[in-house]
């Protein structure tokens, strides 16, 4: 069964970078089936697409984020990478990674299996 | 803002059937036939119950349907339980390798 495991650190200033990495077990990275991305709910709120990236490496982003978001992929650890970079309070979110199954002639577009999420807060 | 707009709140009692809109537009939901729905208790991650519109992955009954009808997709839960009052977001494939989700329908079984 595949699974999903988000790592990284809890707690975060202003500014700094959010750094997050999901570990995916039972099954490959590799795979030309799937995407890869990662998802954000702040406390009490509903969920946002930030980004999905191919075992190749190429990745697209949410154009609300625009250039502050990076994701990389490592095929040898099957695992893959968020960084957010000048994070602010309204970061503050539980963060998910999630595979994304492909469609005909489309790029990911269900997400079919999901991490169990990571809460991340920005705060002073 | 969400680009999906989904009711707030639904309710119904055991037994009965609820449905839960999803409004979109022509570039997304009226455009793709990638329309999935999922369902999340507090505090857990969300669960994928319909995809592509209509396809129920296994393990999901069959009291849960999707359909749609131009821009707007719908999630439709008959035989309503008690285990079925959590959050349903819905979510379509919007063009340009993006995906875009709905703000959410809190569902309660009275």
């Known amino acids: 069964q595949l699974q999903l495991q988000e790592s990284g650190p809890g707690l975060l200033k202003p500014s700094e970078t959010l750094s997050l990495t999901c570990i995916v077990s039972g099954g490959s990275i590799s795979s030309s089936s799937y995407y890869w991305g990662w998802i954000r709910q702040p406390p009490g709120k509903g969920l946002e697409w930030i980004t999905s990236i191919y075992y190749t490496g190429k990745s697209y982003n949410n154009p609300s984020l625009g250039s502050r978001v990076t994701t990389s992929v490592d095929t040898s650890k099957n695992q893959f990478s968020l960084k957010l970079n000048s994070v602010t309070a309204a970061d503050t979110a539980v963060f998910y990674c999630?595979?994304?199954?492909?469609?005909?002639?489309?790029?990911?577009?269900?997400?079919?299996?999901w991490g169990q999420g990571a809460l991340v807060t920005v705060s002073s | 803002q969400s680009a999906l707009t989904q009711p707030r709140s639904v309710s119904g009692s055991p037994g009965q059937s609820v449905t839960i809109s999803c409004a979109g537009a022509n570039r997304d939901v009226g455009s793709y036939n990638y329309v999935s729905w999922y369902q999340q208790y507090p505090g857990r991650a969300p669960r994928l119950i319909i995809y592509d519109v209509i396809k129920r992955p296994s393990g999901v009954p069959d009291r849960f349907s999707g359909s749609k009808s131009g821009n707007t997709a719908s999630l439709t839960i008959s035989g309503l339980q008690a285990e079925d009052e959590a959050d349903y977001y819905c979510c379509s494939y919007a063009g340009n390798y993006m995906v875009t989700f709905g703000g959410g329908t809190k569902l309660t079984v009275l």
């Open positions: 999630a595979r994304l199954a492909r469609g005909t002639a489309v790029p990911g577009v269900t997400l079919d299996f």
